[in-house]
T-cell receptor, first 113, second 116 residues
Framework: SQTIHQWPATLVQPVGSPLSLECTVEGTSNPNLYWYRQAAGRGLQLLFYSVGIGQISSEVPQNLSASRPQDRQFILSSKKLLLSDSGFYLC????????????FGPGTRLTVT | GDSVTQMEGPVTLSEEAFLTINCTYTATGYPSLFWYVQYPGEGLQLLLKATKADDKGSNKGFEATYRKETTSFHLEKGSVQVSDSAVYFCALSGRAGGTSYGKLTFGQGTILTVHP
């Protein structure tokens, strides 16, 4: 079965600082990967998805970017954080790497101060 | 585009009470439907799913039936426990071949608190 790892688990960063969140997946090859954000008191919003190395699709224009340097690694970045970037960031991967039934990592809670 | 609407929360119940959380959706074609649960401080866990009309998903005493005619997927449990306290999210994913395939659209979440 697949396992999704995310780090760090929590992060407090000042406005204007850079960001790098990492997601890695074990137990599957060439998976589709997704980044979601959960803002306080709100549902989850899809930010980016990737169907393979170097392939990134953005769902919402914003201050963030994503990269996929390796098959099972997905990175979320920002050059300069905004207060509105605070939230709970979740990486997801479908069961078996493809399909519609997604499983989520433990998440990273980001607070921008 | 696709959308999911959940009943407003929070919902507060006593242990052993009956639970219903309403969920309706708007989507092109025939999406797959899901309920996810988020316990305090944790990520999301898939609770149950249904992939076609009239399917009933069930898990841990929770049930939801895919109703195409009413575009609904209401979550029910006959007797809730304190340990069911969590945030519940309804979600949909488009069918293969569509632009929304594999991408989840979530409702806003419903906070459930169960008291002893």
């Amino acid at each position: 079965s697949q396992t999704i790892h995310q780090w760090p688990a929590t992060l407090v960063q000042p406005v204007g600082s850079p960001l790098s969140l990492e997601c890695t997946v074990e137990g599957t090859s060439n998976p589709n990967l997704y980044w979601y954000r959960q803002a306080a008191g709100r549902g989850l919003q899809l930010l980016f998805y990737s169907v393979g190395i170097g392939q990134i699709s953005s769902e919402v224009p914003q201050n963030l970017s994503a990269s996929r340097p390796q098959d099972r690694q997905f990175i979320l970045s920002s050059k300069k954080l905004l207060l509105s970037d605070s939230g709970f960031y979740l990486c997801a991967c479908p069961r078996g790497g493809r399909g519609y039934e997604q499983y989520f990592g433990p998440g990273t809670r980001l607070t921008v101060t | 585009g696709d959308s999911v609407t959940q009943m407003e929360g929070p919902v507060t119940l006593s242990e052993e009470a009956f639970l219903t959380i309403n969920c309706t959706y708007t989507a092109t074609g025939y999406p797959s439907l899901f309920w996810y649960v988020q316990y305090p401080g944790e990520g999301l866990q898939l609770l149950l799913k249904a992939t076609k009309a009239d399917d009933k998903g069930s898990n841990k005493g929770f049930e939801a039936t895919y109703r195409k005619e009413t575009t609904s997927f209401h979550l029910e449990k006959g007797s809730v426990q304190v340990s069911d306290s969590a945030v519940y999210f309804c979600a949909l994913s488009g069918r293969a071949g569509g632009t929304s395939y594999g991408k989840l659209t979530f409702g806003q979440g419903t906070i459930l608190t169960v008291h002893p």
